[in-house]
C-alpha cells in the first residue's frame, strides 16, 4: 500500500502468512534538492500468543518496533535508498 500527504509518501508491506509483520517506509520531498529523500522506516514482527485466555490477542509483538531514521546531514535521495537488512 502506499499512502500520500503533502510532501510525504509512504510505503507499507506486511506479510500475514506464517510470519506476521509490517514494513513502513517513509520518503518526504526535499525543496532544496528538488527529489524525495528517505526520512525513516519502522518495521515489527509478531508471534501467535499462547495464552489460553479467550480474550488474549491473537499475536504478540516479538519485541520493541525497529526505527531507522535518515541522517538530515546527509541525505539518502529516493532512487538510492536501499532497504536495511
Known amino acids: 500500500m502506499i499512502a500520500v500527504q503533502g510532501a510525504w509518501f509512504t510505503?507499507?508491506?506486511g506479510v500475514a502468512c506464517g510470519q506476521h509483520w509490517t514494513?513502513?517506509?517513509t520518503f518526504r520531498f526535499d525543496a532544496a534538492l528538488g527529489r524525495y529523500v528517505f526520512d525513516n522506516e519502522r518495521?515489527?514482527?509478531w508471534s501467535l500468543n499462547a495464552s489460553a485466555d479467550p480474550r488474549a490477542a491473537a499475536l504478540v509483538p516479538d519485541g520493541p518496533a525497529r526505527?531507522?531514521?535518515g541522517d538530515r546531514?546527509?541525505?539518502m535521495v529516493f532512487d538510492e535508498?536501499?532497504?536495511s537488512r
Open 11 to 13: 510505503v507499507q508491506n
Open 23 to 25: 514494513d513502513f517506509i
Open 43 to 45: 518495521s515489527q514482527s
Open 67 to 69: 526505527v531507522r531514521r
Open 73 to 75: 546531514g546527509r541525505k
Open 81 to 83: 535508498w536501499r532497504p
